[in-house]
């Protein structure tokens, strides 16, 4: 599979790249990032350099599509979907906590979960066969009280 370029109404989404290595090691110095993501902690130069040549595996391999978000040229975050091959992907995001609030990250995240859903239809499986689903979490201090759908 080769990586596509998706653009939004101000992203553009691109493959990783060697140029990109110094601003994803930066960026990966963030607690929050380190946190709630699964890069390694310490994040070292080595990691981004290990990275952009991982994203390049996974896409050839098909395996998982990785993007770099860009707002006008800088790389502002990676947004991705990984075990493709599984029927079920996940997707993983993060961004610079420059950009947090604007709704970036909320952008990216359409563009590539309409670009999984041109191939990937009733990925999930059950005991009835195939069909769409939707997987949440919970934490124990979340707020278990049924609440009525929004309207829309």
Known sequence: MEPEILRTARLELSAPRESDVAAIHAECQDAAIQRFTTVPSPYLPADAETFVELTRTWWGE????????RLEGRLVGMVGLAKLP???????????????GQGLATEAVRAVVDWGFAAERQAGANSLGRSDMWVGGLLRSDDRDPQPWPVL
């Open 62 to 69: 098909g395996s998982e599509a990785t993007w770099a978000i």
């Open 86 to 100: 599984s029927g079920g992907p996940e997707i993983g995001y993060w961004v610079s906590s420059s950009v947090r």
